[in-house]
Structures are given as C-alpha cells and as structure tokens.
C-alpha cells in the first residue's frame, strides 16, 4: 500500500493550492480519510477529516478556507487550501484509515510566505 501525496510548493499569502493524495494497492473507497501537517518544532496535527459516512472535520485554524474531498473513481484524496497564511507551513500527510489499519503519505511540503 502506499499513498503518494502532492502538489506543495512556494506561494505567497492569500494564495491558493491543492493537494492530492493517490493511493495504490488500495482503495480509498468510503474508509475515513484525511489531511495532518506537522511544522517545524511542532507536533502533527490534523487538518481535516472526512469519515466512512461522509462527515468532515475541519481543524479551526482552517474552518472556511481548506476543503477535504474525494474522487472514488479516481482513488484520489484532495485537500483544497484557498486564503494561505504563512502559519500553514507545513509538511503535509495524507492518511487512510482502513479497518484498524492506518496508512499515511510521505508528505508535500507547503511554504507560505508573506
């Protein structure tokens, strides 16, 4: 199994991007799903969540501006970051949860700058 996230980069604040995961050897299929970010010095936290009966959870400090999704067809997981500030630097995983099992993306870093 391995989750391949992407779509990082440099971008400067009040910018926008969007981050993918694409998993393979598995199915994202209803499993629950979501997006961590772990910044320099500072523990992993998670960003957003979307559950097997498609309830979403957004960390506060994104409410409004980033949007957890999923393509099945495509078995792709999306995180659409709108409204960047630089407090969203950060390296960030994706992760699916599948039954007790817990896999995670190697992460895509994200650089806001001011």
């Known amino acids: 199994v391995q989750l391949q996230a992407s779509g990082g980069g440099l971008v400067q604040a009040g910018g926008s991007l969007r981050l993918s995961c694409a998993a393979s050897?598995?199915?994202?299929?209803?499993?629950?799903v979501g997006w961590y970010r772990q910044a320099p010095g500072k523990q992993r936290e998670v960003v957003a969540r979307l559950s097997s009966d498609r309830e979403s959870y957004y960390a506060d400090a994104v409410k409004g501006r980033f949007t957890i999704s999923r393509d099945i067809a495509k078995n792709t997981l999306y995180l659409q970051m709108n409204s960047l500030k630089p407090e969203d630097t950060a390296t960030y995983y994706c992760k699916l949860t599948k039954h007790t099992e817990e896999y995670w993306g190697q992460g895509t870093q994200v650089t806001v700058s001011s």
């Open positions: 050897g598995t199915r994202f299929g209803l499993n629950a």
